[in-house]
Structures are given as structure tokens and as C-alpha cells.
């Protein structure tokens, strides 16, 4: 129904910035469901990072990056983004783009996932 690309991973130094980007396709037309970000560490869960509602309108964002990062959507490139500024050691992880069934984010589990994007910040 609906792919996941991610790219924009890679290797950054404590304090510095970098942005992923999802692109989607698939039967399902982009503006029908929402999308975020999780991310996964080592020997840690998969955890929520942010979400954006089918229009971009109605984001949330994890308290742990909540003034450092923001997501965002281009309806018309099928592309959603997330910008990661003042980037700290312990936001090293796999980033997976996610799209959920519904337009807004509920906190409901993704429907589906990207296959992820490595994301590390040396200090």
C-alpha cells in the first residue's frame, strides 16, 4: 500500500545538524495519513520522535528533541523531513520513517515503516 525511502543519515559531531528525508509511494495518496519519525539504539525500543497529520498542519514531537527538532511535509514531492539541529551523542540511532492508517497521529502503532537511515553524533 504505501513504501518508505529514507535518506540524509550519516555521521555528525556533537552540535551540529543534519536532515532526513522520507520520500513515499504506493497506491495510497500521501495526503490520506499521517507520518513520523522513530528512531532505535542499541539493545534500546523503538521509539516515537515525531508525527505530522496528513496536512503537515498538526505536528507532535517527543519531549526528548522538542525544541531541537522538526518535522515537516511537502504534499506535493510525497516527502516528508525531519530537520535534527543541536544534535547530542545520545541521538545516535536508526531513524525509520513511519506512516500511520489514519490523518492524525493518535499515537496508534505505524502502519508501516521505512527500512531506516543511521543517524550517529560523535562528541
Known amino acids: 500500500q504505501v513504501q518508505l525511502t529514507e535518506s540524509g543519515g550519516g555521521l555528525v559531531q556533537a552540535g551540529g545538524s543534519l536532515r532526513l528525508s522520507c520520500a513515499a509511494s504506493g497506491r495510497r495518496a500521501f495526503n490520506t495519513y499521517a507520518t513520523g519519525w522513530y528512531r532505535q539504539s542499541p539493545g534500546k525500543e523503538r521509539e516515537f520522535v515525531a508525527a505530522?497529520?496528513?496536512?503537515?498542519?498538526?505536528?507532535t514531537v517527543a519531549d526528548s528533541v522538542e525544541g531541537r527538532f522538526t518535522i515537516s511535509r511537502d504534499n506535493a514531492k510525497n516527502t516528508v523531513r525531519l530537520q535534527m539541529n543541536s544534535l547530542r551523542p545520545e541521538d545516535t540511532a536508526v531513524y525509520y520513517c513511519a506512516a500511520f492508517e489514519d490523518r492524525f497521529y493518535s499515537g496508534a502503532s505505524p502502519a508501516y515503516w521505512g527500512q531506516g537511515t543511521q543517524v550517529t553524533v560523535s562528541s
Open positions: 505530522a497529520s496528513w496536512s503537515g498542519i498538526t505536528v
